[in-house]
């Protein structure tokens, strides 16, 4: 079983939808939470963390987590092109700060 | 954020020859480097965490004598794939993290595209 799952897409939106993207995760013990945006090529660049139940919100993006159900997500309101990306759902073991297992990742296209 | 410099962005060598990438923590000192590797169309994955000044710890599967990492500085991270096959093509990406509480955020280098031919 991995341990960071993700629906690898692609997921298509046309712009200015809301894009949502889920995770979940098998540990327990996993305490951190994070989201990442891939561009082909490029390494990648933190948008959201998250470590309490709830939501988070930060500009268009609203990470959610639901540690009962080991469930993360992460919404994108009014998606633009430039949102066009694979989008990594990490988690860190609260020991274990900085060491992140990603999931598979998913792939989102944004149509004008 | 915090700056995390990796070099060279891209590297192409031959068959059996080896490689260093570098990692720098350009505006603070990283007492934690992690280093991973990433495959076409595959996610993130952790071979192996560089404390400064002690030796660095490897995931399962990834062979310590093959990549061999140091971690002298609190600055610098090094990681050299020796022997390189073209099987050890990839993109090989550091983060660096300054913090030991469980929510310290790590800051990724731009990554390193290593072809072996």
């Known amino acids: 079983q991995k341990e960071v799952e993700q629906n690898s897409g692609p997921l298509s939106v046309p712009e200015g939808a809301i894009a949502s993207l889920n995770c979940t995760y098998s540990?327990?013990?996993?305490?951190?939470f994070f989201w990442y945006r891939q561009y082909s090529g490029k390494s990648p660049e933190l948008i959201m963390s998250?470590?309490?139940?709830g939501d988070k919100e930060d500009g268009r993006f609203t990470a959610q987590l639901n540690k009962a159900s080991q469930y993360v997500s992460l919404l994108i309101r009014d998606s633009q092109p430039s949102d066009s990306a694979t989008y990594l759902c990490?988690?860190?073991?609260?020991?274990?700060?900085?060491?992140?297992?990603f999931g598979q990742g998913t792939i989102l296209t944004v149509h004008p | 954020g915090a700056v995390v410099s990796q070099h060279p962005s891209w590297v192409i060598c031959k068959s059996g020859t080896s490689v260093k990438i570098e990692c720098r923590s350009l505006d603070f000192q990283a007492t934690t480097m992690f280093w991973y590797r990433q495959f076409p169309k595959q996610s993130l994955m952790l071979m192996a965490t560089s404390n400064e000044g002690s030796k660095a710890t490897y995931e399962q599967g990834v062979e310590k004598d093959k990549f061999l990492i140091n971690h002298a500085s609190l600055t610098l991270s090094t990681l050299t794939v020796t022997s390189a096959h073209p099987e050890d093509s990839s993109f090989y990406i550091c983060?660096?993290?300054?913090?030991?509480?469980?929510?310290?955020?790590?800051?990724f280098g731009q990554g390193t595209r290593l072809t072996v031919v």
């Open positions: 983060s660096a993290s300054s913090g030991q509480e469980s929510n310290t955020e790590a800051f």
């Open positions: 540990d327990r013990g996993s305490q951190s």
């Open positions: 998250i470590y309490s139940n």
């Open positions: 990490a988690e860190s073991r609260g020991t274990s700060y900085g060491k992140l297992t």
